[in-house]
């Protein structure tokens, strides 16, 4: 007898950011796993989905293009998603406004709902380094990635030694105190400018750091949300009429951390060939050409 999956949480709004697919250090297994367990009428993609500065033809693992698949799929079923650049998947800024279907590309957002308005947008435009040195932004991408393998050995064998993970480059941010200013800076530059847009919530991504939080400014307060990472917090931001704005954390759901279910024939076909894949991608999102 087939197992029944488990009912997803019916939600208004979910935001994810800074996946990073295409690198080592994204966590596409557990971010699918996710995906499967809600249900929103909106998905926000808040940048850095897909990681085009990294990209290797030589690294993209099934998990990876199991993820893309799931959410051509949602939106070939009526789930509105709204694909947000950030720096790292900048390549599609050109294509700001287009729409596919269910899924719009853009650079930002505004919501209306019933508790005030949203607006969405990935963060990359306060960072200093991304406007005035590109070729370091890179760099320390680059090394970020480096780090986050790293840490992945160093768990592995932790583990094995029963001793408790570690998280290095949390440690290292945490340690630097011009990066705790920055993401000081950061917060407060974008609840400046969403008082002074007439916004209620403002919700970014980029510094991987999830938050939801009040914050004051000289023009008014504002509640400003971060949805984090997949890479090392595994967060994303969730809202519902009743609920209001959550923050919610993969390594806190107790239904997670169970064993996982065996790859159904849905995520199994994205192991397919490239050419297939790509096929059936257009099918999904109804660009296939029309009968004449």
């Not at 380094?129 to 790293?150: E, F, N, P």
Request: aromatic letters at 8%; one cysteine or more.
């Amino acid at each position: 007898m087939r197992e029944s999956r488990p009912r997803r949480r019916k939600l208004d709004v979910v935001v994810i950011s800074d996946v990073h697919l295409g690198t080592y250090g994204c966590h596409a297994t557990e971010l699918l796993r996710y995906l499967k367990s809600v249900k929103p009428k909106v998905l926000v993609l808040n940048g850095d989905i897909i990681d085009i500065w990294q990209f290797s033809k030589n690294y993209w693992p099934a998990a990876h293009m199991r993820v893309v698949r799931y959410l051509a799929g949602l939106a070939a079923k009526g789930t509105q998603i709204e694909y947000l650049t950030g720096n790292h998947d900048e390549l599609l800024r050109k294509f700001a406004g287009t729409r596919l279907g269910n899924l719009r590309i853009d650079n930002k957002l505004v919501l209306e709902l019933p508790a005030g308005k949203a607006w969405f947008f990935h963060g990359d435009v306060f960072d200093v380094t991304m406007q005035h040195s590109r070729w370091l932004a890179r760099l320390g991408a680059h090394g970020y990635d480096l780090l986050i393998v790293l840490n992945r050995v160093v768990n592995f064998l932790l583990q094995k030694l029963g001793r408790p993970r570690v998280a290095l480059s949390k440690a290292v941010k945490d340690r630097v105190k011009g990066a705790v200013n920055l993401v000081s800076n950061f917060e407060q530059t974008a609840a400046g400018l969403a008082v002074e847009g007439g916004y209620q919530f403002v919700a970014c991504g980029h510094i991987h750091q999830p938050e939801i939080k009040e914050l004051t400014t000289p023009r008014g307060p504002v509640t400003y949300l971060n949805s984090g990472d997949w890479v090392e917090n595994l967060t994303a931001l969730e809202y519902s009429v009743e609920g209001g704005w959550q923050l919610y954390r993969y390594a806190d759901d107790v239904a997670m951390q169970r064993p996982a279910a065996a790859a159904d024939a849905q995520d199994q076909a994205a192991d397919a060939p490239v050419a297939e894949l790509l096929s059936d991608l257009l099918v999904e999102f109804q660009l296939h050409r029309r009968a004449e």
